[in-house]
């Protein structure tokens, strides 16, 4: 395979032996996460192989060292551990199925691609009828956080697949191998999610109504990181859940649905979009109607296990 890019120079037999070293990866997918992923792994010396759909994606990793495959079949063929960071799983089978029959038997596909448990774990079976093994990742930190220890990954699949490859896996943050079922990372991942997304656009509609009366996002930053910090309830709540106790001794319900619809006219009375207090309000009534009023708002727990009527 021709290396683009990349002048000819001297270096030291020292060099080459650090560099031979290291395992040659395959990434495939240079979206924001996956170029900072390629971009790491030449930090730390690896030979990196890189394709993606939009082929110009990779010119700045071509100029630093990496090879742009002509094709997936050539970037799948060019090294055994290959990384996936594509937007979903629909686009991992248009991708790698356009590739060569036999190119993906004995390939580690870690498969950093965010979707449902159910699609990961028909990924790996898919891959392994392809002579493939799954790692099903789910990286819990946007691009900056590539490269840092501090961050981290959850893997679920082979251990001894992961154990082989975990020093590489490292480069891009510090990896945590949670089961074998390739469901499971990408299960913890959405869990995660729910909690960020739900979180934060709380934060949002929070600067929302601020700024309908005068207020900065600055303005109101300590209170937001006071209010999102809910670490004393999450320790609090969680032993009780497990242990069904939803005793309403410390906070009910109801009164939870007198705050949910005291947030809403504030909204509403700003003039601004009330959509998401609302939905707040709509599942905290609906709790209120299964006899939970007297309950903590932790029964909540019981009325979101089923989908709405």
């Known amino acids: 395979m021709r290396r683009e890019g990349i002048p000819v120079s001297n270096t030291s037999n020292t060099s080459n032996t650090s560099s031979l070293s290291k395992t040659s990866v395959t990434v495939i997918g240079l979206g924001p996460m996956g170029r900072a992923m390629a ?22 990793l071509v100029a630093r060292g990496a090879v742009r495959a002509a094709s997936v079949t050539e970037a799948l063929a060019a090294n055994e551990l290959v990384v996936l960071s594509l937007t979903d799983y629909d686009a991992l089978y248009a991708v790698l199925g356009a590739a060569d029959p036999g190119v993906m038997s004995g390939r580690v596909l870690v498969n950093l691609t965010s979707d449902t448990p159910a699609k990961a774990r028909a990924a790996a079976a898919w891959a392994a009828e392809r002579g493939a093994t799954q790692l099903t990742g789910g990286v819990l930190t946007p691009p900056s956080g590539i490269g840092s220890p501090a961050s981290t990954t959850l893997y679920s699949g082979p251990r001894e697949v992961f154990d082989a490859h975990r020093a590489t896996l490292e480069v891009l943050t510090g990896a945590d191998h949670r089961g074998e079922d390739p469901g499971l990372a990408a299960l913890l991942y959405q869990l995660n999610m729910v909690m960020f997304w739900t979180a934060l656009t709380g934060y949002w509609q929070a600067v929302a109504m601020a700024g309908a009366h005068g207020l900065t996002a600055g303005d109101i930053l300590p209170l937001a990181t006071g209010a999102l910090d809910l670490t004393q309830f999450l320790e609090f709540y969680a032993p009780r859940i497990d242990a069904g106790d939803h005793a309403g001794d410390v906070d009910r319900l109801a009164m ?38 007297a309950d903590s708002a932790s029964s909540l727990v019981e009325v979101l296990k089923r989908p709405a009527a």
């Open 39 to 60: 971009a790491a792994f030449l930090d730390h010396g690896h030979d990196v192989t890189v394709w993606n759909r939009t082929a110009s994606r990779a010119d700045d």
């Open 256 to 293: 939870a649905v007198a705050s949910a619809e005291h947030v809403l006219h504030t909204a509403l009375d700003a003039g601004v979009d009330g959509a998401l207090p609302a939905a707040v309000l709509d599942v905290f009534r609906r709790g209120e109607a299964a006899g939970h009023g």
